[in-house]
């Protein structure tokens, strides 16, 4: 294991670590609690409501599973031996982005960790692995009216970049904007 793969942080109650296939259950109970918390008021309730985590769980199994080769990498917080939040990423989605840019797809922390330095230690982690491999730009994809996340990106240097899409859930039509960490501009 790659040494970065694994850290300390927030002293040695949280423990960031690599996620595999086993950790799936985990991330989709993160993921369901973190969405009806963070998105309620921004989402239908009823489409938040009706989350399922064994469907989560089945979605995160496969995608854990074509990390085999390391190319999209999740983390997982643990405190105290508990899981309380991941984080994933990869190579960027976008064509008007450089290749050597990596894009952090999802991070999420449960409710009652929010404000503990758990989310600061997963991103510092993703970016880190990412400039490590000669990724000096990062990108991700935020709800704009999640005020929340994107008070927390900015207070760790990401800017919004000028990047927008619409996604359709549930009926409501609701609005990413695009935030990135390192040069504001699209490098040539």
Do not use: C
């Amino acid at each position: 294991m790659d040494p970065r793969d694994e850290s300390l942080a927030e002293g040695a109650a949280l423990r960031i670590r690599r996620a595999g296939i086993p950790d799936a259950r985990a991330i989709a109970e993160i993921v369901v609690a973190g969405w009806q918390s963070a998105y309620r008021g921004l989402m239908p309730d009823g489409f938040l409501d009706s989350l399922s985590v064994a469907g989560r769980e089945t979605a995160w199994r496969e995608m854990l599973a074509r990390d085999s080769e390391g190319g999209l990498p999740a983390w997982l917080a643990q405190r105290d031996g508990r899981p309380v939040g991941f984080v994933s990423s990869g190579r960027p989605r976008d064509d008007d982005v450089p290749l050597s840019t990596a894009e952090v797809y999802a991070i999420y922390v449960l409710p009652e960790a929010w404000r503990g330095g758990v989310g600061r230690a997963l991103l510092e982690t993703a970016t880190g692995h990412w400039r490590a491999r000669g990724s000096g730009t990062l990108v991700l994809w935020v709800l704009e009216d999640n005020d929340r996340a994107r008070r927390f990106y900015e207070a760790m240097g990401w800017q919004p970049d000028g990047g927008r899409q619409v996604l359709e859930i549930a009926g409501a039509k609701l609005y990413e904007i695009r935030y990135r960490l390192g040069p504001i501009h699209p490098e040539g």
